[in-house]
Nanobody
Framework: AQQLVESGGGSVQSGGSLILACTAS????????MAWFRQAPGKQREGVASVDSGGVTNYADSVKGRFTISQDNAKYTMYLQMNNLKPEDTAMYYCAADPVLWSPALRGDLYHYWGQGTQVTVSS
């Protein structure tokens, strides 16, 4: 089964930057869409950004212009560059992938594979 491992979380001050990475355990030609989600304590999980194998992206309004999603198929890795971080970005960040999706989506119920998460904390 496909396994996803996130890395790159940490603590930064408001206005700072972090880059998250999500590495797949194996390449699968059937996975066309990957995404980042986040969940803060006491809040529902929300989709942050998604990308398909053609490079088409989809972002939540709250991160547009600040976050950039990308992928390196040769390394089986997806990235999330996060700039101008705000305290409200504090959450556990999860990567997800699905073998059925063909277009980038921000609904968590559409994804089959999930990572364990990496914590991002932004202080004011």
């Amino acid at each position: 089964a496909q396994q996803l491992v996130e890395s790159g979380g940490g603590s930064v001050q408001s206005g700072g930057s972090l880059i998250l990475a999500c590495t797949a355990s194996e390449y699968t030609s059937s996975v066309h869409v990957m995404a980042w989600f986040r969940q803060a304590p006491g809040k529902q999980r929300e989709g942050v950004a998604s990308v398909d194998s053609g490079g088409v992206t989809n972002y939540a309004d709250s991160v547009k212009g600040r976050f950039t999603i990308s992928q390196d198929n040769a390394k089986y890795t997806m990235y999330l560059q996060m700039n101008n971080l705000k305290p409200e970005d504090t959450a556990m960040y999860y990567c997800a992938a699905d073998p059925v999706l063909w277009s980038p989506a921000l609904r968590g119920d559409l994804y089959h594979y999930w990572g364990q998460g990496t914590q991002v904390t932004v202080s004011s």
